[in-house]
């Protein structure tokens, strides 16, 4: 749809039927400019999960993280739970030394 704007001398020279035919047009044009731009913010709306379409269509654009507002969840257990730590020993029992056996990825023998 190519249209140029008319000049004042030219809508001078139009007939009564003639601007009202421009009109009608210029009605028809922008009706059909406006169901193609609802059309195309519809797409852009479109996300896994407003519609059916899978998650992978997505693309790699990460919704915003919500912040948590300050006191809303406390850190830590749950309250009242009493908690356990393994204390370290001064003087171990015994010790276990560990070492790899068998053959490395590269097919040599791991050594110890």
């Known amino acids: 749809m190519k249209l140029t704007r008319p000049t004042q001398a030219d809508l001078n020279e139009m007939s009564h039927a003639g601007k009202d035919a421009l009109i ?44 948590r507002k300050p006191g809303e969840r406390r850190p830590g257990g749950q309250a009242g739970h009493k908690g356990r730590t393994r204390c370290r020993a001064d003087q171990p029992g015994h010790i276990v030394y560990l070492h790899p056996q068998g053959t490395c990825a590269c097919g040599l023998g791991c050594p110890h």
Do not use: C, H, W, Y
């Open 24 to 67: 009608l047009f210029l009605f028809d044009a922008f009706e059909q400019l406006k169901k193609r731009a609802d059309e195309l913010e519809n797409t852009v709306k479109k996300t896994s999960r407003n519609s059916g379409i899978p998650p992978s269509m997505d693309g790699l654009k990460k919704g915003a993280a919500t912040p």
